[in-house]
């Protein structure tokens, strides 16, 4: 860690800042007693991928929401087709 003085780190604050970001560490002295300290910020944690979104709201971004409605009544018509089971009805 290199010690600079206080003065010398006011003079040179914006140097000192850019040398700190690519990971230079320092130590600032007052009256030859050590007052702070530049060093890097750590880099931020990666997010943790969250539960992957189930059912309809999986497709929610590449629904084309002017033909919903339409593709809603093919989709609501075609199960009334289907024999194993009743389809929906939406009253």
Do not use: C, Y
């Given at each position: 860690?290199?010690?600079?003085?206080?003065?010398?780190?006011?003079?040179?604050?914006?140097?000192?800042?850019?040398?700190?970001?690519?990971?230079?560490?320092?130590?600032?002295?007052?009256?030859?007693?050590?007052?702070?300290?530049?060093?890097?910020?750590?880099?931020?944690?990666?997010?943790?991928?969250?539960?992957?979104?189930?059912?309809?709201?999986?497709?929610?971004?590449?629904?084309?929401?002017?033909?919903?409605?339409?593709?809603?009544?093919?989709v609501i018509a075609d199960r009334q087709n289907v024999k194993d089971r009743p389809a929906p009805t939406?009253?």
């Amino acid at each position: 860690m290199t010690r600079i003085a206080v003065a010398e780190a006011k003079a040179r604050f914006s140097e000192l800042i850019d040398r700190a970001s690519r990971g230079e560490r320092f130590l600032v002295l007052r009256h030859g007693r050590p007052a702070a300290a530049l060093v890097p910020v750590p880099a931020p944690p990666e997010p943790e991928p969250g539960p992957k979104p189930a059912g309809l709201l999986s497709i929610a971004g590449i629904i084309d929401w002017e033909d919903f409605a339409a593709v809603m009544e093919e989709v609501i018509a075609d199960r009334q087709n289907v024999k194993d089971r009743p389809a929906p009805t939406f009253d």
